[in-house]
């Protein structure tokens, strides 16, 4: 009998736990990361002539000088708050998508069930949880205030200010602009995510099969090299989406139109260059962070699992 018919299935409160701590582990080491590919990919430097674009390094001197090291961490409040619906949906409902697409008779799922199972999970927790927090947290890190100078007021005080700012001066209806770029950039994000990752795991426990559970190290790589493929697949969206959640709507336009004009524009003042704006970090901020993520929830999960099985024992024994 295979491993993977040895295992009972994950419960959803073992998704919900161990993907909440798996995505707050990453939030916290990788924040930073995050608000410098938002700076750089909001930014219009390069546009004069015989000027470059700044780079990743030099985004991050310039927001510590401006605004002291504490403003890389700005919208982290946001993103705490949804990272733990988020995992649990993502988890969750990646499991569940694959269980629905598996071989009735196998119970195995096909590389490209896994892929689309990915590709749903990705939607749903866009459309559940994401799109509203890049929101807020887009809004955050964009604001250029000095966390030293008390004087120095900012727009939006922290994630909750910001969301009640935004509702009532723009309407819930804006918490949710950019929801199809954000949906089609996490679809893709977590269809390469999670056929990479399941796939390359495959592979490590086919070339180890003396392994019963792989070492937290091999999760990490694996998480690493998954995590990376999908920033350099979808960099367009990323980039458009998030010019489309800064800038406040125009009145009488569509979604479609402001994210055809955004396009027109960046492609006529700075051309194609400006549309990959911020990939290095956000590579190095997804890839670590996937890296972290996975070993993390495999980590936790396979805790909580084994704690149930003790529970289990101890019960039939009594």
């Not at 890190?141 to 200010?161: C, T, V």
């Not at 960046?266 to 260059?273: A, D, I, N, P, S």
Request: proline share 5%; with cysteine.
């Amino acid at each position: 009998m295979s491993r993977s018919a040895n295992k009972k299935p994950v419960g959803f409160a073992t998704h919900l736990t161990a993907g909440g701590l798996a995505g707050a582990m990453e939030a916290l080491c990788c924040q930073p990361l995050d608000t410098i590919k938002v700076r750089m990919q909001l930014s219009k430097s390069g546009m004069a002539p015989g000027t470059k674009p700044r780079g990743f390094i030099a985004t991050g001197i310039l927001i510590v000088k401006r605004e002291t090291p504490l403003a890389l961490y700005k919208g982290l409040g946001a993103v705490l708050a949804g990272i733990v619906p988020k995992m649990a949906i993502r988890f969750a409902s990646f499991e569940a998508y694959k269980g629905w697409l598996a071989d009735k008779e196998t119970g195995k799922t096909s590389v490209g069930n896994i892929f689309l199972s990915g590709l749903a999970a990705g939607t749903t927790e866009a459309v559940a949880v994401v799109c509203p927090m890049e929101v807020v947290k887009i809004r955050l890190q964009a604001q250029q205030h000095s966390l030293a100078d008390p004087l120095e007021a900012p727009r939006y005080r922290n994630a909750g200010h910001a969301v009640y700012t935004i509702v009532r001066e723009e309407g819930i209806a804006t918490l949710y602009r950019g929801v199809s770029l954000t949906a089609l950039r996490q679809a893709t994000n977590q269809g390469a995510n999670f056929t990479a990752y399941q796939e390359i795991k495959k592979l490590a426990h086919k070339y180890q099969p003396e392994l019963k559970d792989l070492p937290s190290y091999q999760h990490m790589i694996i998480g690493l090299i998954s995590g990376a493929m999908g920033p350099f697949s979808n960099a367009p969206i990323d980039t458009i989406k998030t010019r489309l959640q800064k800038a406040t709507a125009t009145p009488g336009t569509t979604a479609f139109q402001r994210i055809m004009a955004i396009a027109a524009d960046m492609w006529r003042q700075e051309g194609v260059r400006s549309f990959y704006k911020g990939i290095t970090p956000r590579v190095l901020r997804v890839a670590p962070g996937q890296a972290i993520v996975f070993a993390v929830y495999e980590r936790v999960s396979g805790i909580i699992e084994k704690l149930k099985v003790t529970e289990s024992e101890d019960h039939y024994t009594e």
